[in-house]
């Protein structure tokens, strides 16, 4: 089993709509959850974390952790062009961090 | 506030040929620094990991290697490249106690 899950993409949605990107991971020892966007052929860029189970807002983004599934999700609302990018999810544990393989999201106007 | 630099930017290089690549960070003291490659289309892959001067861990065995000469400074180093070192390196860092990750602007290098 891969240490780090995303669905590669590319995820289509249209403007306005609920962008929904998923991940799991392996390691239960995970705290720490990172969202990271990455326009093509930038580098990544840090836009939301999370440690606890839950939801966590930030403005059109949410966070959602649930430990004991070993599941963390990031929605994005009213997604708009701008949003479209690869988003990396990134649990932590321990010394590390370990980054997903990223999903592929284009927000069609 | 907190920058992070890498150069260069881009950077086309023959086989067989050294490989030095810079990073600094301004505005912070005893930070994590982190070296990573996303090979096209990939994932990010952690190189090199330091949480000090001359203090450096790898990840993966390969002919690369990495050196941290000031607190603030490190570098990513090849002897000879080969044409599988193609791609995205990142400069990353880190406070200390911190896994938020932040990352540098990046160098694309191409080995031809």
């Known amino acids: 089993q891969k240490e780090v899950e995303q669905n590669s993409g590319p995820l289509s949605v249209p403007e306005g709509a609920i962008a929904s990107l998923n991940c799991t991971y392996s390691?239960?020892?995970?705290?720490?959850f990172f969202w990271y966007r990455q326009y093509s052929g930038k580098s990544p860029e840090l836009i939301m974390f999370?440690?606890?189970?839950g939801d966590k807002e930030d403005g059109r983004f949410t966070a959602q952790l649930n430990k004991a599934s070993q599941y963390v999700s990031l929605l994005i609302r009213d997604s708009q062009p701008s949003d479209s990018a690869t988003y990396l999810c990134?649990?932590?544990?321990?010394?590390?961090?370990?980054f997903g393989p990223g999903t592929s999201l284009s927000v069609i106007p | 506030s907190q920058t992070i630099h890498q150069w260069p930017a881009t950077l086309v290089q023959p086989v067989g040929s050294p490989l030095s690549l810079e990073c600094t960070v301004e505005?912070?003291?005893?930070?994590?620094l982190y070296w990573y490659r996303q090979a096209a289309g990939r994932g990010l892959q952690l190189l090199f990991y330091?949480?000090?001067?001359?203090?450096i861990s790898s990840e993966v065995p390969q002919n690369l290697s990495a050196s941290r000469p000031q607190d603030r400074q490190f570098i990513l180093s090849s002897k000879k490249l080969l044409l599988s070192d193609s791609g995205f390196y990142l400069c990353?860092?880190?406070?200390?106690?911190?896994?938020?990750?932040?990352f540098g602007p990046g160098t694309r290098l191409t080995v031809t």
């Open positions: 990134a649990p932590s544990s321990y010394d590390k961090v370990i």
């Open positions: 330091s949480v000090g001067i001359g203090q």
């Open positions: 990353a860092w880190s406070a200390r106690q911190s896994y938020e990750q932040y």
């Open positions: 390691d239960r020892g995970s705290q720490s």
């Open positions: 999370i440690y606890s189970n």
């Open positions: 505005g912070t003291s005893n930070p994590n």
